[in-house]
């Protein structure tokens, strides 16, 4: 079975310091991993996945995301963080379920705090 | 594009009643739904996967006939919550996608906030 670690529950930057969010992954074939955020009181959005094309991943937001099979990992970024960046950052990786469905494996989620 | 519904967003109920929650992709045909449960700080916890015309198939350790999920059209599903009780009080989340495939991206609902009384 598969599993994704995101490391620290939560993580506190400045705005326009550089975002970190870090997601380890372990899987026995070659994985789909995406990042998805959840602004407060709103349903889950997807920033970006990796499917087995380029490794640097771009989102929406100015977000991107490394696939680096050598350390398992697939760590979310951006440059510089706004305020609105302020959200619980979900990392997961596809799982093949019952039948021909596919599920995800969530990671526990990563809040991410903006300071002025 | 790519939107799903859930409704209601909110429900207070009292023991022992049933809660019907649906969810809706409104923009799309989604052959594949999931039920997701979300506690407080947790991550979410996949209750069932449905395909459209099919019965849903519930991850281990969710009772089935608690949670009846009916995925009657290729635009609807529907969560009804049996007999609730103070336990079952959540935050249920669904999500869609048009086949379920291995890169397919899930479209989740905004969620549903379920408190037993």
């Known amino acids: 079975a598969q599993s994704v670690t995101q490391l620290g529950s939560h993580v506190s930057v400045s705005e326009g310091a550089l975002v970190l969010l870090r997601c380890n992954y372990s899987?026995?074939?070659?994985?789909?991993l995406f990042w998805y955020v959840q602004y407060p009181n709103q349903g889950l959005q997807l920033l970006l996945k990796?499917?087995?094309?380029a490794t640097l991943v771009k989102g929406i937001n100015g977000f991107e995301a490394e696939f680096k099979k050598s350390e398992t990992s697939f760590h979310l970024t951006k440059p510089s963080a706004h305020m609105s960046d302020a959200a619980e950052y979900f990392c997961?990786?596809?799982?093949?379920?019952?039948?021909?469905?596919?599920?995800?494996?969530w990671g526990l989620g990563t809040s991410l705090g903006v300071n002025p | 594009g790519a939107v799903v519904s859930q409704h209601p967003s909110r429900v207070i109920c009292k023991s022992g009643t049933s809660v019907k929650i649906e969810c809706r992709s409104l923009?799309?045909?989604?052959?594949?739904m999931f039920w997701y449960r979300q506690f407080p700080k947790q991550s979410l916890m996949l209750m069932a996967t449905s395909n459209e015309g099919s019965k849903a198939t519930y991850e281990q350790g969710v009772e089935k006939d608690k949670f009846l999920i009916n995925h009657a059209s290729l635009t609807l599903s529907t969560l009804t919550v049996t007999s609730a009780h103070p336990e079952d009080s959540s935050f249920y989340i669904c999500?869609?996608?048009?086949?379920?495939?291995?890169?397919?991206?899930?479209?989740f609902g905004p969620g549903t906030r379920l408190t037993v009384l």
């Open positions: 923009d799309f045909q989604a052959t594949t």
């Open positions: 999500s869609a996608t048009t086949s379920g495939g291995v890169t397919d991206t899930q479209y």
């Open positions: 990796y499917t087995s094309a």
């Open positions: 899987s026995s074939v070659p994985p789909y």
């Open positions: 997961a990786v596809s799982e093949r379920g019952a039948g021909n469905n596919r599920k995800l494996i």
